[in-house]
């Protein structure tokens, strides 16, 4: 057999796999009641953060990536706004869909508007998740803001993908923030 098919079939060999182990992982919906599994994310200020720094807190999750962050922005100040005495906020900034060049040069770029929108929002950590690995442990479904509401005890609460924007949409999400927060 000459060498070419060799080659050949090596190659058809390889790429599938390659294609495969660069894949993302799977997306993981936490059931709630469970407890919450702790991660380490870097701030705007590449302060790490745990999320184990806030038990004993009710913490509320707010996931986007790139494609969500406008419909995010009125979502938080809707957060911040009825729950910052209540609860700790931690938005969490998904840039695993950025190509790695693209996460390589941007990184200042959006260290620099987590930073402004910390400010804006008057939030002492914006989480810059740069694997998407907290992203996808909390079901942070891409191009979707979504929440994840963790109790004093560390248990999830709540985990939802966050509707339009409507007056009836935000009362429906207040309540059930509400109700798991009493």
Same mark, same amino acid.
């Given at each position: ?5 060799? /080659? ?39 302060? @790490? ?63 620099? @508007? ?18 998407? @690995? ?24 709540? /985990? ?23």
């Amino acid at each position: 057999m000459p060498v070419t098919h060799y /080659v050949s079939l090596g190659w058809i060999l390889f790429v599938p796999f390659v294609l495969l182990t660069c894949a993302s992982p799977p997306l993981i919906v936490p059931e709630p009641g469970t407890l919450a599994f702790n991660f380490t994310l870097k701030d705007q200020n590449d302060q @790490e953060i745990r999320l184990s720094q806030f038990r004993g807190e009710n913490v509320l999750l707010f996931g986007f990536d790139k494609d969500s962050v406008d419909n995010g922005g009125t979502w938080i100040n809707l957060f911040i706004e009825r729950y910052a005495e209540g609860m700790q906020i931690l938005p969490i900034a998904d840039g695993s869909s950025m190509p790695l060049s693209a996460r390589l040069f941007l990184k200042g770029k959006v260290k620099a @508007e987590a930073q402004d929108a910390a400010e804006e929002f008057n939030l002492s950590s914006f989480l810059l998740d740069w694997t998407g @690995e907290a992203s996808r442990q909390y079901g942070m479904a891409p191009k979707i803001p979504t929440i994840v509401l963790i109790d004093r005890a560390g248990h999830i609460r709540l /985990v939802q993908p966050l509707p339009q924007l409507t007056e009836e949409g935000v009362r429906g999400i207040f309540d059930q923030i509400d109700q798991h927060i009493r």
